[in-house]
C-alpha cells in the first residue's frame, strides 16, 4: 500500500498507517439543537469503537436540486452554530465552502475547509481555500478521472498548502447514477495524499427524485467494507438520526443507530489491512 503524508487535525491524523478516520454529520445545519446533539451522539460512538472523529455539516448548501430545496442557515448563523459545537465538545469541523469570499470567515471556526465535488477545478476557490492555511480536502468530480484530480491538489499546494486531502465519492454512469471504481483508492493514494471515501454520497442517484437527489442508502455498508479494505485513510457519511425527515440527502444518510455496528465491521477491516504496522492502534 503507498505511503502518504500524515496530515493533522487537530488530535486527528490522516495518512501514513495511522488507523482511518470518521468524517460525519448531518448534510446541512438543520438547527442549533439538532446539530449540537448528533455531533455528540456520533463522537461518543466513535470513541466507543477508538475511531478518531471530525464533524462536518454545511452552514449552506449552495449545490441543491431545486432552487426550492432547503440550504442551511447561512455564513454566519451556520458559523456561529459549528463554533459552538467545536468550543463545548472539542471536535475539529469540517464544512464546504462554495465561494472564495467565504474561505476566511469559514477558517476561523472550521479545521477543514472542503472543495464540493462539482467545484473542484474552480482555482479562485481552491486559491482562497489554501491561502487560509486550513487543511483543504478536495472532493474529486463525478467527471474527473482518479488521476486528473491531481490538477486540483497542486492548485492547493502552489498557494503554499501542503495540508491536502482528496475524498471520492463516485463517477458519473450513466444517467441519475454514480460508481465507484475500487482501483481510483490506491491510484488516488499514489499521488501521496490521504484519500477519504465519501461512502453516503457515492450512493446518491443524482437528479433521480422529483426535484431532489435520489439514493441508495442500503449499500452502505457493503460499499463501505470495500473502500476501507481498498486502503483509505478516512471514511465520510451523512449520519442523521432520522434520514426520512434529513432536509438534504434523506435517501443516502446513515441512521445513527447503525453507526456503531458499521464501525465495529469497518475498524475490523482496517486492521487486517493495515496490520502490525498501524500507527495508534491498539
Not at 99 to 113: C, F, K
Amino acid at each position: 500500500m503507498s505511503r502518504v503524508n500524515t496530515v493533522e487535525i487537530g488530535s486527528v491524523c490522516l495518512g501514513g498507517d495511522h488507523p482511518f478516520a470518521l468524517i460525519a454529520g448531518p448534510c446541512v445545519i438543520e438547527s442549533a439543537a439538532h446539530a449540537a446533539e448528533m455531533a455528540l451522539a456520533i463522537r461518543e460512538i466513535a470513541a466507543k469503537r477508538h475511531v478518531p472523529f471530525i464533524f462536518k455539516a454545511s452552514y449552506d448548501k449552495a449545490n441543491r436540486t431545486s432552487i426550492s430545496s432547503y440550504r442551511g442557515p447561512g455564513l454566519r448563523e451556520g458559523l456561529r452554530i459549528l463554533g459552538r459545537i467545536k468550543a463545548d465538545l472539542g471536535v475539529p469541523i469540517l464544512t464546504d465552502i462554495h465561494d472564495p469570499s467565504h474561505a476566511a470567515p469559514a477558517a476561523e471556526v472550521a479545521d477543514v475547509l472542503q472543495i464540493p465535488a462539482f467545484l473542484c477545478r474552480q482555482t479562485d476557490l481552491l486559491v482562497a481555500a489554501a491561502s487560509t492555511g486550513c487543511a483543504v480536502n478536495i472532493k474529486k468530480g463525478q467527471f474527473l478521472a482518479p488521476r486528473d484530480v491531481r490538477h486540483a491538489i497542486a492548485k492547493v499546494t502552489g498557494a503554499g498548502n501542503e495540508r491536502v486531502l482528496i475524498t471520492e465519492r463516485g463517477t458519473s454512469f450513466g444517467y441519475n447514477n454514480l460508481v465507484v471504481d475500487m482501483r481510483a483508492f490506491p491510484m488516488m493514494r499514489e499521488l501521496g495524499y490521504p484519500v477519504i471515501f465519501d461512502i453516503t454520497h457515492s450512493l446518491q442517484l443524482p437528479g433521480g427524485g422529483d426535484g431532489v437527489t435520489a439514493g441508495l442508502a442500503e449499500y452502505i455498508e457493503p460499499l463501505g467494507s470495500a473502500g476501507v479494505a481498498a486502503g483509505v485513510d478516512g471514511v465520510f457519511l451523512e449520519v442523521h438520526d432520522d434520514p426520512p425527515r434529513a432536509k438534504s440527502d434523506a435517501q443516502n444518510a446513515l441512521r445513527l443507530d447503525r453507526l456503531e455496528a458499521l464501525l465495529d465491521r469497518l475498524v475490523r477491516i482496517d486492521g487486517i489491512v493495515k496490520g502490525p504496522q498501524r500507527e495508534g492502534g491498539d
